[in-house]
C-alpha cells in the first residue's frame, strides 16, 4: 500500500498565492483526492453492482490521517520483484517498451477513450507497468477545469482525451501528427454544445 499526501510544498505556494483560497472551496487542497476518487465512482457507476476494480487505475483503499494531514491509501503497482512497478516513462527511457509493452498501451489508450472517466493528466509518469501486462493509471484521473464541461459532455470528454493520447504518443516518440485547424473548429462546436447541455440540465434541475 501507499499513502499520498498533499506536497505541503503545495500547500505553502498555494497559501501565498491565494490566501481565500481555502475558504472559497469547501474542499480545499484535498480536491486532488476528491477528483480521484470522483472517477472511480463514475467508472463503476456505469455497471452497477460490479466488483471487481477496473485494471487500469490504481485501486483505492480508502482515506487515513497522517502528521502531513489527509493521505490516500491506495494500493501500490509492484513490479516481480516486490519493487515499486516502473513507469511507462522508465520503461521509454530504458528502451524496455517492446512489443507486448506497446500492445498493453493500446489496450490501455483504448479504455481511456471509450470509458467515461476524466483524465486531466495523461503523462508518461503517471502509467505505472503492472506486470500482468497492463497499464495502470497512478495519478491524473479527474477534472480541473473550472466549468465542468466535460463532465456532461461525453463527446466533448472523448476530444479532449484524444488531445491527450496524441500528447502521450508525441511525448514518448510514438507517431502522431497534429489535428491542426479542423480541431480547433470542433473543439469550437464541442464547446457550444456542451453549453447547451449544461443550460438544459440546469433548465431540469429548476424544473424538478
Ligand atoms: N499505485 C502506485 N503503484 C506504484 N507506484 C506508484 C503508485 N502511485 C505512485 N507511484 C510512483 O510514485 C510516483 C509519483 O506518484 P504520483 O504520480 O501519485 O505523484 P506526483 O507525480 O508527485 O504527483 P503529481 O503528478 O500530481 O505532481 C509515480 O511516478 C510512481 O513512480
Ligand atoms: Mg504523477
Given at each position: 500500500?501507499?499513502?499520498?499526501?498533499?506536497?505541503?510544498?503545495?500547500?505553502?505556494?498555494?497559501?501565498?498565492?491565494?490566501?481565500?483560497?481555502?475558504?472559497?472551496?469547501?474542499?480545499?487542497?484535498?480536491?486532488?483526492?476528491?477528483?480521484?476518487?470522483?472517477?472511480?465512482?463514475?467508472?463503476?457507476?456505469?455497471?452497477?453492482?460490479?466488483?471487481?476494480?477496473c485494471?487500469?487505475?490504481?485501486?483505492?483503499?480508502?482515506?487515513?490521517?497522517?502528521?502531513?494531514?489527509?493521505?490516500?491509501?491506495?494500493?501500490?503497482?509492484?513490479?516481480?520483484?516486490?519493487?515499486?512497478?516502473?513507469?511507462?516513462?522508465?520503461?521509454?527511457?530504458?528502451?524496455?517498451?517492446?512489443?507486448?509493452?506497446?500492445?498493453?498501451?493500446?489496450?490501455?489508450?483504448?479504455?481511456?477513450?471509450?470509458?467515461?472517466v476524466?483524465?486531466?493528466?495523461?503523462?508518461?509518469?503517471?502509467?505505472?507497468?503492472?506486470?500482468?501486462?497492463?497499464?495502470v493509471?497512478?495519478?491524473?484521473?479527474?477534472?480541473?477545469?473550472?466549468?465542468?464541461?466535460?463532465?456532461?459532455?461525453?463527446?466533448?470528454?472523448?476530444?479532449?482525451?484524444?488531445?491527450?493520447i496524441?500528447?502521450?504518443?508525441?511525448?514518448?516518440?510514438?507517431?502522431?501528427?497534429?489535428?491542426?485547424?479542423?480541431?480547433?473548429?470542433?473543439?469550437?462546436?464541442?464547446?457550444?454544445?456542451?453549453?447547451?447541455?449544461?443550460?438544459?440540465?440546469?433548465?431540469?434541475?429548476?424544473?424538478?
Open positions: 500500500m501507499l499513502v499520498k499526501v498533499v506536497n505541503p510544498r503545495f500547500l505553502e505556494r498555494r497559501d501565498k498565492r491565494d490566501r481565500f483560497y481555502q475558504k472559497r472551496r469547501r474542499i480545499g487542497h484535498h480536491r486532488a483526492f476528491a477528483r480521484e476518487m470522483l472517477e472511480h465512482l463514475a467508472s463503476r457507476a456505469l455497471k452497477p453492482g460490479r466488483l471487481a476494480p485494471p487500469h487505475m490504481q485501486n483505492i483503499l480508502g482515506v487515513v490521517d497522517t502528521d502531513l494531514g489527509a493521505a490516500l491509501l491506495v494500493e501500490a503497482v509492484l513490479d516481480e520483484n516486490g519493487e515499486l512497478a516502473t513507469t511507462l516513462r522508465d520503461l521509454v527511457e530504458s528502451g524496455h517498451l517492446g512489443p507486448r509493452e506497446q500492445q498493453a498501451l493500446e489496450a490501455f489508450l483504448d479504455w481511456a477513450l471509450t470509458s467515461n476524466l483524465i486531466n493528466d495523461l503523462s508518461a509518469d503517471n502509467l505505472a507497468w503492472h506486470p500482468d501486462g497492463h497499464f493509471m497512478i495519478d491524473g484521473l479527474g477534472d480541473r477545469a473550472g466549468i465542468p464541461i466535460r463532465a456532461v459532455s461525453p463527446w466533448f470528454n472523448r476530444l479532449y482525451k484524444r488531445k491527450k496524441r500528447q502521450l504518443l508525441e511525448e514518448i516518440g510514438m507517431k502522431e501528427e497534429s489535428g491542426g485547424s479542423r480541431e480547433a473548429v470542433a473543439i469550437a462546436l464541442a464547446i457550444i454544445l456542451a453549453l447547451l447541455g449544461l443550460l438544459a440540465t440546469q433548465m431540469e434541475l429548476l424544473l424538478d
